[in-house]
């Protein structure tokens, strides 16, 4: 059973709210000994619980990416993933089975659970059924005690992010720069400066227009700020919290010119940022907003950089951006 005892501090409201009602969802099933639906929904268990991980720790996803590879990101997130426990053989082999759960559900609901309409019931007997929603739990369990650990004593940046990232806080001219200063930004661990930054690209993507006046312009004219968080900065101008493609013109310039600074860092990040947004769908607040065009800067800024990676990165969100702007949205 998993219930919100199971659930760590530092896990947002609605990602708290989403499990239980994903586990609620798995145990209707079991008591009413659907099997497709017992496994369609353990299914949707993990993968929930994939997501939340990367996104309480700062990290972001395409919203179309599979479920291997976000139980893959997850895992490395909370260095949980087998290629973590060099040394420990015993523990490089049990991680290794948990780490194929999910891989093995999403798999298993193609063939056996709901969501595609099949014309053929499933053969699979309830007593398998109710050993892979056990698995599921199981494996959900392991995953959120290891987030657990892993947001021990983190209460004050979380809501330092939250606050950044959907608008708790108003910012006038220098407000911005100090808050992060406050937090000792310089200071904090690699992957909490990245959760940071990918929290102040979002505010960007949003429509915060401090945020270039008080990190990217005087980043661009020589000022330091640590590279995770940079990089973090350059992802959540572009993906928000739920995977999908949100930023606005001055936004995508900015970021792509950040690129353009940061040399082969940043050629690095926008080719893997590319690769997210090939797989990943537009935000309804891409069309809500009055957005100028989003392709035309990308363009622009390819055109000048002489790194052939970056530039290549740069053509193809141009051309992800370009063939679907104002066509495709998703909430």
Not at 149 to 163: F, K, N, P, Q
Not at 224 to 229: C, I
Request: net charge negative; aromatic share 6%; glycine share 10%.
């Amino acid at each position: 059973m998993l219930d919100a005892n199971s659930l760590p501090n530092g896990v947002s409201d609605s990602a708290r709210t989403a499990i239980l009602d994903h586990a609620a969802r798995v145990d209707r099933a079991a008591e009413a000994g659907d099997v497709e639906q017992i496994i369609g929904t353990a299914k949707d268990l993990v993968e929930c619980i994939t997501k939340v991980v990367i996104e309480t720790l700062g990290g972001t996803y395409g919203s179309g990416e599979d479920l291997p590879k976000l139980a893959k990101e997850a895992l490395s997130a909370l260095k949980a993933h087998p290629s973590g426990f060099q040394g420990r053989r015993p523990l490089q082999e049990f991680t290794r089975a948990l780490a194929k759960v999910p891989a093995a559900v999403a798999e298993l609901r193609n063939h056996d659970g709901t969501g595609h309409g099949r014309t053929q019931p499933t053969d699979l007997h309830e007593d398998t059924a109710a050993f892979v929603q056990h698995v599921a739990v199981a494996w959900s369990r392991w995953v959120l005690a290891a987030l657990g650990r892993v947001l021990a004593g983190m209460s004050e940046l979380d809501e330092a992010i939250h606050a950044i990232e959907l608008g708790g806080a108003a910012f006038r001219r220098g407000e911005l720069r100090s808050f992060l200063d406050e937090l000792h930004l310089d200071q904090l661990e690699p992957e909490q400066q990245r959760r940071l930054g990918v929290a102040v690209g979002r505010r960007w993507a949003g429509g915060t227009f401090m945020v270039r006046l008080d990190v990217i312009e005087p980043f661009l004219a020589g000022e330091s700020l640590p590279e995770p968080f940079v990089v973090g900065l350059i992802e959540g101008s572009f993906i928000d919290t739920n995977g999908y493609i949100r930023t606005n013109g001055g936004c995508a310039f900015d970021a792509a010119e950040v690129a353009v600074h940061l040399g082969e860092l940043g050629a690095d990040s926008m080719t893997e940022l590319a690769d997210k947004m090939e797989s990943a769908e537009f935000s309804y607040a891409f069309q809500d907003q009055d957005y100028e065009p989003i392709a035309e800067p990308l363009r622009s800024v390819a055109e000048t950089t002489t790194n052939d990676r970056l530039r290549q990165a740069l053509l193809r969100m141009a051309e992800r951006i370009g063939v679907d702007e104002g066509d495709e949205y998703q909430e």
